[in-house]
């Protein structure tokens, strides 16, 4: 990504964070808008925060004037869309707000871009959009492609298919190079702690109940966000316009045997005389719940040279030691959002 000039839309969240480091390391000029919803934290970026070549801009993809002014301000090379409402439990309380971001803005953001391709946007620009496994809807056999019919089941997954369907419509009518992503379960450090693994992590941290979905066999693939965010550079620079691009890690895990693994890692590293397996607890499923997702991924090996390099044990392994050192950044944050509660046991996302 040397000399790279890229827009990162929700770059203060969790995936966007990673991958604004991982640009700026990577030698790129990264402008981050964020509108710092209670999902988003300047924290995340602290790392780059006085580094000359990140400018932080605080606003909403929704607001198309702004993109704009961005886009003639610092004539990106790129834009890379990770803004989103992400959470499919918030989805289902109160679908509205998916609706607003991750359809309304992603159009908005799309007439911005349409314009600024219209009038000068550099040679070999790309829009690359950020989405998920969750549109194909739950698999029962085999691996969903790129091609797979789209059926989600969640108002979130449902609004990034409806995003995914405008971008692509943007390709064919305006011929806007547009690529996609669509990413299996992400899990590493600056994971919001109401998302199913920090918040195992700290539950079974503080010894309190562990909350499972239903019977917990809910198979997810889990992928380290370093592994997709390596995908994600391998697609915004290597990938074909027009293409859409599956990033798995192949790990197909039941959500009981994460956590599981989760356990007899922190009893490793922080041993009990109380296994915190004990505190596993089944609670009622979650209203439309996926049974499995999995992916073909075919294309991305075949094709950019990409694979991950992060065993889940590894990776798991490092993650639950991350949460451990800096304990500093998540009490904050749960102070923030949540005036220092611990999360309840409806609290938890496998989406
Ligand atoms: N985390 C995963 O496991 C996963 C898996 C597959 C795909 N994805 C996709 O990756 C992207 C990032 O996911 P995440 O887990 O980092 O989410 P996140 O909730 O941690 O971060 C989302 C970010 O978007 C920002 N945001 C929300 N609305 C905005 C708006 N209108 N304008 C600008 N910024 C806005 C938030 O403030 C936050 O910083 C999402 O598009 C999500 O659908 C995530």
């Known amino acids: 990504m040397k000399d790279l000039i890229i827009l990162v839309t929700g770059g203060a969240g969790f995936v966007g964070s990673e991958f604004v480091r991982r640009a700026i390391a990577g030698g790129a000029r990264v402008i981050t808008l964020d509108a710092l919803t209670y999902a988003g934290d300047l924290s995340t970026l602290e790392s780059v925060a006085e580094n000359a070549a990140h400018r932080f801009v605080h606003g909403s993809i929704n607001d198309r004037k702004l993109v704009a002014t961005l886009l003639v301000e610092h004539k990106p090379q790129a834009i890379v869309n990770f803004a989103a409402e992400s959470h499919v439990d918030r989805s289902i309380d109160g679908p509205g707000a998916f609706v607003e971001t991750n359809i309304t803005g992603v159009f908005e953001l799309l007439e911005a871009t349409r314009s600024y391709c219209e009038n000068g946007a550099p040679d070999g620009f790309r829009f690359l959009q950020i989405s998920t496994d969750e549109v194909y809807g739950s698999v029962s056999n085999g691996t969903s492609h790129e091609e797979s019919l789209l059926a989600p089941n969640s108002p979130y997954a449902a609004s990034k298919a409806a995003a995914d369907h405008l971008v692509r419509s943007y390709c064919q009518t305006y011929g806007l190079p547009a690529l996609i992503t669509r990413s299996s379960n992400n899990f590493g450090p600056f994971q919001f702690p109401e998302k199913l693994i920090p918040l195992m992590i700290l539950n079974a941290l503080a010894f309190e109940p562990l909350p499972i979905y239903g019977d917990g066999e809910q198979v997810r693939e889990w992928i380290h966000v370093t592994d997709n965010c390596a995908a994600i550079e391998a697609v915004l620079t290597r990938g074909t316009p027009g293409l859409i691009y599956n990033v798995g890690s192949g790990s197909g895990i039941p959500n009981i045997e994460i956590t599981k693994q989760l356990c007899a890692v922190i009893d490793r590293l922080q ?81």
Request: a negative charge.
């Open 271 to 351: 041993p009990s005389p109380k296994p915190r397996a004990s505190l596993i607890t089944h609670v009622e499923d979650r209203l439309g719940h996926d049974r499995r997702y999995a992916l073909d991924t075919k294309l991305i090996t075949g094709t950019l040279d990409w694979s991950p390099d992060i065993a889940i044990e590894d990776g798991l392994e490092q993650t639950v030691a991350w949460y451990l050192e800096n304990e500093d950044w998540w009490q904050t944050i749960r102070t923030k959002r949540y005036g220092g509660e611990r999360l309840g046991l409806a609290a938890q996302t496998t989406g």
